[in-house]
Antibody, heavy 120, light 112 residues
Framework: QVQLQESGPGLAKPLETLSLTCTVS????????WSWIRQPPGKGLEWIAY???????SYNPSLKSRVTISVDTSKNQFSLKLNSVTAADTAVYYC???????????????WGQGTTVTVS | QSVLTQPPSVSGAPGQRVTISCTGS?????????VHWYQQLPGTAPKLLIY???NRPSGVPDRFSGSKSGTSASLAITGLQAEDEADYYC????????????FGGGTKLTVL
């Protein structure tokens, strides 16, 4: 049973860089896409980015200038860096596994429990 | 404003059938990208409910079903139960956004 666990600081100061890591357990990071999604308080889900285990990436255009997603297959982890954070980046951040179908990303079938990040 | 459009809320009595719509465009659902549906119970992470338009993951009751036609998709829930009260999100990908993922704004289902 694959499980995902987000980790990182729960508090960030404005203009700092937020760094989060998602650790994959119970399965390999290989042969899947991996994604970050966030949810501001009381609002809906916002897709941030995904990365294939081999390193190819896709970003939300509205966040692309501030976001970097990376993968470390040796540690079975993938990470998110978000630069120059503001209060608008306050959210619950989720990591998720993305199915691969015909070599393309499909649904997010396994989710982490989420980690709350406050920018203040 | 979300790329995929959902009604903010729907409601129904126990035992009834409700549907939640998800409207996209020619660059996402209309371009052939599949739609996926997620259920988010209060205070929990989203859970995959329907994938690739019509498919249920193992363990999802057959009371939940999905459909897609052109630029629109729907999630139907029959035999409504109190435990179905949750937020529901549709999700796909968009070619005009370089293939990035997109979500609907979410629909709050209230069981009366």
């Amino acid at each position: 049973q694959v499980q995902l666990q987000e980790s990182g600081p729960g508090l960030a100061k404005p203009l700092e860089t937020l760094s989060l890591t998602c650790t994959v357990s119970g399965g390999s990071i290989n042969n899947y896409y991996w994604s970050w999604i966030r949810q501001p308080p009381g609002k809906g889900l916002e897709w941030i980015a995904y990365i294939y285990y081999s390193g190819s990436t896709s970003y939300n255009p509205s966040l692309k200038s501030r976001v970097t997603i990376s993968v470390d297959t040796s540690k079975n982890q993938f990470s998110l860096k978000l630069n120059s954070v503001t209060a608008a980046d306050t959210a619950v951040y989720y990591c998720a596994r993305v199915e691969r179908y015909n070599w393309k990303p499909r649904a997010m079938d396994v989710w982490g429990q989420g980690t709350t990040v406050t920018v203040s | 404003q979300s790329v995929l459009t959902q009604p903010p809320s729907v409601s129904g009595a126990p035992g009834q059938r409700v549907t939640i719509s998800c409207t996209g465009s020619s660059s996402n659902l209309g371009a052939g990208y599949d739609v996926h549906w997620y259920q988010q119970l209060p205070g929990t992470a989203p859970k995959l409910l329907i994938y690739a338009n019509t498919n249920r993951p193992s363990g999802v009751p057959d009371r939940f079903s999905g459909s897609k036609s052109g630029t629109s998709a729907s999630l139907a829930i029959t035999g409504l139960q109190a435990e179905d009260e949750a937020d529901y999100y549709c999700q796909s990908y968009d070619s005009s956004l370089s293939g990035s993922g997109v979500f609907g704004g979410g629909t709050k289902l209230t069981v009366l």
